[in-house]
């Protein structure tokens, strides 16, 4: 079975400009969160949707990250403009909310270098 | 709130020897689940092992096993026969009822190396 797929697995770009991360949860999970991982920080969770819909965006540092959901096998985080301090790699998970007991499934996360 | 923490920045170990990670938690939720993952240099983040609040028995998967002390909120990995492939950074984690059994929180890493 296919994992969470993630892209770009690298991206580098300047100060300012959009960047657009991408993400393809396993077929069947109704559960989408997307992680911010940090050395100074940790991991942080940013948001998460259930059933495509947003449930929890309290993580999402400001108003220059969105987040969409526009369909089941399908997600984006967008940052626009970016500061370098946005540089981290960010991570997308999904889970079934079937029973309790089950795991959040990670992508190999976006290395993201802003300049 | 809840919250995860991992003492030991960095452990060693010596390769076929068994190695305990910590992880302590706290919470005010009835109910809770606790996670490992496992984190190598190349980046990704792999489950290894669950343990419920209320599961009587603790609980096993391969090679990995958690040790679960309610009464002390610790929830201890233990990694028999440790393998070169072993090095990594561990991480635990923990959900609850309050918030839907879906928010992960994690604690700060415990970074593993196994030595031949």
């Known amino acids: 079975d296919a994992g969470v797929i993630q892209s770009p697995r690298h991206e580098v770009t300047e100060m300012g400009q959009e960047v657009t991360l991408r993400c393809k949860p396993i077929s069947g999970h109704d559960y989408l969160f997307w992680y911010r991982q940090t050395m100074m920080r940790g991991l942080e969770l940013l948001i998460y949707f259930n059933n495509n819909v947003p449930i929890d965006d309290s993580g999402m540092p400001e108003d220059r990250f969105s987040a969409k959901m526009p369909n089941a096998s399908f997600s984006t985080l967008k940052i626009q403009p970016s500061e370098p301090r946005d540089s981290a790699v960010y991570f997308c998970?999904?889970?079934?909310?079937?029973?309790?007991?089950?795991?959040?499934?990670f992508g190999d996360g976006t290395r993201l270098s802003i300049l | 709130a809840q919250k995860i923490t991992q003492t030991q920045p960095g452990m060693f170990v010596q390769e076929k020897e068994a190695v305990t990670l910590d992880c302590t938690y706290d919470t005010s939720d009835p109910s809770y689940g606790l996670f490992w993952y496992k984190q190598p240099s190349s980046g990704e983040m792999i489950f290894l092992i669950y343990?419920?609040?209320?599961?009587?028995q603790n609980a096993t998967e391969g090679r990995y096993s958690l040790n679960f002390q309610k009464a002390r909120k610790s929830a201890n990995l233990v990694i028999s026969a440790s393998q070169l492939g072993d090095s990594a950074m561990y991480f635990c984690a923990m959900r609850g009822l309050n918030t839907g059994f879906q928010k992960l929180v994690f604690g700060t890493g415990t970074r593993l190396l196994v030595s031949p």
């Open positions: 998970a999904s889970s079934f909310s079937g029973t309790e007991n089950q795991p959040q499934h």
């Open positions: 343990q419920g609040s209320y599961d009587q």
